[in-house]
């Protein structure tokens, strides 16, 4: 699949590490280090725009690297980048851990995976099929 993308930044576009990767890097596109506090969050800038054909979305996620040596995430996760939007990508990184973390131009906060979805018609009715399930949820599939 070909995207047309509009890199502002610095740095490479964003790439896949291994063949089979699901998701591509994205970098920080800073003019200076930001430092993040602990329990901070902030919106980094990637100087990345994209134009995403019909029914495809690019879903924004953390680096699992990140988020275990560092405790840093990023928040509405994953974040959605719709089809038509042709702004500025930028992420919403947060600091879960108890110390400052510095985040450096060109590093790498996140991962970007693009994928298919459908556009939902909602077809009202009075009650559901049943199922073996039924209602449960929240712990409780799958106890006797």
């Known amino acids: 699949m ?12 964003p790439s896949y590490s291994t ?18 506090a602990s329990g901070a969050r902030t ?3 990637t100087g990345l725009y994209i134009a995403l054909p019909q029914g495809y979305e690019a879903q ?13 995430t990023l928040l509405n ?12 990508i930028g992420i919403i990184v947060a600091n879960l851990s108890q110390e400052d973390f510095v985040i450096n131009d060109g590093e790498r906060i996140a991962q970007m995976v693009i994928a298919r979805y459908e556009t939902v018609e909602w077809e009202a009715c009075n009650e559901l099929d049943d199922t073996e399930r039924g209602a449960g949820g929240f712990g409780h599939t799958g106890k006797n």
């Open 19 to 36: 063949l089979l990767s699901a998701g591509m890097d994205i970098r920080a596109n800073l003019e200076s280090p930001v430092t993040l």
């Open 77 to 88: 996760t994953p974040g959605t980048i719709d089809a038509d939007y042709r702004g500025e």
């Open 43 to 45: 919106l980094v800038p």
């Open 2 to 13: 070909k995207v047309k993308i509009v890199n502002h930044s610095k740095h490479p576009l």
């Open 60 to 72: 924004i996620r953390p680096r699992s690297g990140l988020a275990l040596k560092k405790g840093i």
